[in-house]
T-cell receptor, first 111, second 114 residues
Framework: GDSVTQTEGQVALSEEDFLTIHCNYS??????LFWYVQYPGEGPQFLFR?????EKGSSRGFEATYDKGTTSFHLRKASVQESDSAVYYC??????????FGTGTSLLVDP | AQTIHQWPVAEIKAVGSPLSLGCTIK??????LYWYWQATGGTLQQLFY??????VESVVQLNLSASRPKDDQFILSTEKLLLSHSGFYLC?????????????FGPGTRLLVL
């Protein structure tokens, strides 16, 4: 079945550091890939998506590029702020209306 | 603009008691609707989805059921709560007609079963 792997459970950075959160997927066909962000006590917020190879999604300074060759959709931001502290989820949408989420990466940014 | 409302905001219930959680979407006609469960500190697990009134598909069995009595309403329920039902329940919607469309989440209902 479909799966999403996020290798970093927690990431700790200082303000203005560069962020990378790795996301790799396994799926048949051509899935859509998503990034969501969740703040404590709230529902996940959609960040952006990509639906085809080499497509770049971006929002709020975050970006990721769909790479079918390496089955990856890594999240990057050039300069993080304390307000970016949250849990980030990579997700995959394939056949059958199902969205499969990764295990999430908790980002903590020190001021 | 579309709004998604979930009720109640939080519940504390006893093991073995019944449960009913609700979700209403305003501003979108005939959306696809979804229920998710999230354990504390865990990832999101899709439970049910519905693409039309009266039709609900189960994704995973957790001794829960769902119904869609109206176009804009989705209900999650059980007659007998288990300790394992504790967690954060999220309703989501997406545009009708596509199974890869973006899903947008509501504010959630936190459930504690004692």
């Amino acid at each position: 079945g479909d799966s999403v792997t996020q290798t970093e459970g927690q990431v700790a950075l200082s303000e203005e550091d560069f962020l990378t959160i790795h996301c790799n997927y396994s799926a048949s066909g051509y899935p859509a890939l998503f990034w969501y962000v969740q703040y404590p006590g709230e529902g996940p917020q959609f960040l952006f998506r990509a639906s085809r190879d080499k497509e770049k999604g971006s929002s709020r300074g975050f970006e990721a590029t769909y790479d079918k060759g390496t089955t990856s959709f890594h999240l990057r931001k050039a300069s993080v702020q304390e307000s970016d502290s949250a849990v980030y989820y990579c997700a995959l949408g394939n056949m059958g209306y199902k969205l499969t989420f990764g295990t999430g990466t908790s980002l903590l940014v020190d001021p | 603009a579309q709004t998604i409302h979930q009720w109640p905001v939080a519940e504390i219930k006893a093991v073995g008691s019944p449960l009913s959680l609700g979700c209403t979407i305003k501003g979108k006609s005939s959306p696809n609707l979804y229920w998710y469960w999230q354990a504390t500190g865990g990832t999101l697990q899709q439970l049910f989805y519905s693409i039309t009134v009266g039709q609900v598909e189960s994704v995973v069995q957790l001794n829960l059921s769902a119904s869609r009595p109206k176009d804009d309403q989705f209900i999650l329920s059980t007659e007998k709560l288990l300790l394992s039902h504790s967690g954060f329940y999220l309703c989501a919607w997406s545009l009708a007609g596509s199974n890869q469309d973006t899903q947008y989440f509501g504010p959630g209902t936190r459930l504690l079963v004692l």
